[in-house]
């Protein structure tokens, strides 16, 4: 399936004329820390394989939006058989470069998914650094890391990113 992108200065007028709907397949942390105005929360991790919209009255346009484009392009491909569906070429971040309003906070903060990579990656990092040491339970510990950041990904829950959560610095 081909996916049909368009221009964020196309996308402001089609949604400034009420000829479209945005949708932020984004997290919604993300969605939280900025997005923009006319965007409807959707995230992709919560779609099944098959997305289902509501109808739409007419020929209203479906506009699928993320950070960078990509997975909005997936959304477009999960929606497949939905008429008139376009991809946000380069996502909140063209649109941001592009001078168009946004909501929020600042896009570029670091969202918690990526705050509990780093930590997460530093300690892997760290332990297997160890472990080439000779502190060898390290491994041990680098191990029970990825363990946990593969059950994060499988489960949906994240200690680590609740934690987080509580932050200051994540507080709106």
């Known amino acids: 399936m081909t996916v049909q992108t368009i221009d964020a ?5 089609w949604l400034s004329a009420g000829e479209a709907v945005l949708i932020d397949v984004r997290e919604a942390d ?12 959707l995230p992709l991790s919560s779609l099944g394989a098959n997305l289902a919209l509501p109808v739409f009255s007419g020929g209203t346009k479906v506009i699928f939006q993320c950070q960078k484009g990509k997975r909005g392009e997936q959304a477009c491909v999960m929606a497949g058989s939905t008429p008139h569906s376009y991809n946000l070429e380069g996502g ?3 649109w941001a470069a592009s001078g168009l309003p ?3 906070g600042n896009t570029s903060s670091l969202t918690i998914f990526r705050q509990v990579q780093m930590i997460v990656g ?4 760290l332990c297997t650094a160890l472990g080439l040491a000779g502190i060898y339970p390290a491994f041990y510990v680098a191990g029970l890391l990825g363990f946990a950041l593969m059950s994060a990904g499988i489960t949906g829950w994240c200690g680590l990113a609740m934690l987080l959560a509580k ?6």
């Open 9 to 13: 200065q196309t996308a402001h007028n």
């Open 30 to 41: 993300e969605f939280k820390a900025g997005h923009i105005p006319y965007a409807l929360s």
């Open 92 to 94: 909140v971040e063209n």
């Open 102 to 104: 946004l909501v929020g």
């Open 122 to 125: 530093f300690l892997v990092f």
């Open 167 to 172: 932050m200051p610095w994540n507080r709106a």
